[in-house]
C-alpha cells in the first residue's frame, strides 16, 4: 500500500511569511508524528497525535509552530512568521500504535519537505 | 537531560567487512532502543528494535548489542555490502514521555568495493 506522503517536498519562502506543511499519514495509522531534521542531525520531536489530538507537543520551538490533525488522518504543520534558522527537512511519521515495544508503535516515515527560508 | 551520542566521523569499510556503529546514552535506563537507516532525501526506515531485557538481537546480516550497564548500543553490519551505504540512526523513547522519540546524529556508513 502507500506509504506516508508530504507536500510539499520543497519549499522556499522569505522571512516573515506563513508557511503551511502537509502529511497524508498510511491509512488506519492513528498516531502520527512531527519531526525537524538539520543537516548533519537526527530528526528532532516535535509533535505527537494520537488520533485528533495532540498528545504531546513538547517538540514545538515557540509559539509560532502550530499543527493540526481535524479528522485524524491528514496533518498540517503551519509555521507563522518564518525565520531563516526555521530552515530545515520537516519529517511526518505515522505508526498503528502508540511508539513502544510493540510491533504496532513501528514509525514510518515521509520523505519530508525541505524548507528553505531566505 | 537525556543525551544521545553517535560517532560523528563518517566510517569507510572495505566490502565484505564488518561495519561496527556506536550508540551512547546518558542520564537515563530506556526501556528500548531502537535503529534506523536513512539514505540522503529520504526519511529514516525502521531497522530493529532492542528491549532491556535483551541483550542481542539479529536479523538476517544486522546484530544488535544492548548494554545497560554500559548505557551503549553496538550495531553490527556482518558481510557488508556498497548498498549497506547510508546514515545510521539510534533512537530512544523520551525520559518524560514515551511517545517522544530522540534520535541520535546519526553515522555515516561507507561501503567501499
Known amino acids: 500500500g502507500a506509504g506516508v506522503s508530504q507536500t510539499p517536498s520543497n519549499k522556499v519562502t522569505e522571512k516573515g511569511k506563513y508557511v503551511e506543511l502537509r502529511c497524508d499519514p498510511i491509512s488506519g495509522h492513528t498516531a502520527l508524528y512531527w519531526y525537524r531534521q538539520s543537516l548533519g542531525q537526527g530528526p528532532e520531536f516535535l509533535i505527537y497525535f494520537q488520533g485528533t489530538g495532540a498528545a504531546d507537543d513538547s517538540g514545538l520551538p515557540n509559539d509560532r509552530f502550530f499543527a493540526v490533525r481535524p479528522e485524524g488522518s491528514v496533518s498540517t504543520l503551519k509555521i507563522q512568521r518564518t525565520e531563516r534558522g526555521d530552515s530545515a527537512v520537516y519529517l511526518c511519521a505515522s505508526s498503528l500504535g502508540v511508539a513502544g515495544p510493540g510491533g504496532t508503535g513501528t514509525q514510518y516515515f515521509g520523505p519530508g519537505t525541505r524548507l528553505t527560508v531566505l | 537531560s537525556q543525551k544521545i551520542e553517535q560517532n560523528s566521523e563518517a566510517l569507510n569499510i572495505q566490502e565484505g567487512k564488518t561495519a561496527t556503529l556506536t550508540c551512547n546514552y546518558t542520564?537515563?535506563?530506556?526501556?528500548?532502543l531502537q535503529w534506523y537507516r536513512q539514505d540522503p532525501g529520504r526519511g529514516p526506515v525502521f531497522l530493529l528494535l532492542?528491549?532491556?531485557?535483551?541483550k542481542e538481537k539479529r536479523k538476517e546480516r544486522l546484530k544488535v548489542t544492548f548494554d545497560t550497564t554500559l548505557k551503549q548500543s553496538l550495531f553490527h553490519i556482518t558481510a557488508s555490502q556498497p548498498a549497506d551505504s547510508a546514515t545510521y540512526l539510534c533512537a530512544l523513547p523520551g525520559y518524560s514521555s514515551a511517545s517522544k522519540i530522540i534520535f541520535g546524529s546519526g553515522t555515516r556508513l561507507s561501503i567501499r568495493p
Open positions: 532492542i528491549r532491556e531485557n535483551e
Open positions: 542520564n537515563y535506563s530506556p526501556a528500548y
